[in-house]
């Protein structure tokens, strides 16, 4: 089993900054990839970022050049640094972690941290 919990979600101005946390625990060294999900209201949740154990990064169009995923595999914690946040990136944003155990990919996921872009 693993655990994930988001933190730093807020309010923010167009063109602000946020930086969200991920901290992961219990079957850590089973986790292969974190990744950052969200859904706008009336939306189906979307992949923002996800990084794998090993440091390989993937973004969504509509974030690269201004959202960066990061990991720290020492303190289990994996961060999203959002800058130039425009309204549309209004959503709750949802850590997930992929691990396996025997053979199969499980899902697991936290309970999600609201931002807001507005002015």
């Known amino acids: 089993q693993v655990q994930v919990v988001e933190s730093g979600g807020g309010s923010v101005q167009p063109g602000g900054s946020l930086r969200l946390s991920c901290a992961a625990s219990g079957s850590v060294f089973n986790i292969r990839v974190m990744a950052w999900y969200r859904q706008a209201s009336g939306k189906e949740r979307e992949l923002v970022a996800d990084?794998?154990?090993?440091?390989?990064?993937n973004y969504q169009d509509s974030v690269k050049g201004r959202f960066t995923i990061s990991g720290d595999n020492a303190k289990n914690t994996v961060y999203l640094q959002m800058n130039s946040l425009k309204p549309e990136d209004t959503a709750v944003y949802y850590c997930?972690?992929?691990?396996?155990?025997?053979?199969?990919?499980?899902?697991?996921w936290g309970q999600g941290t609201q931002v807001t872009v507005s002015s």
């Open positions: 997930n972690a992929k691990a396996q155990f025997m053979g199969s990919t499980y899902d697991y």
């Open positions: 990084i794998t154990r090993r440091g390989s990064t």
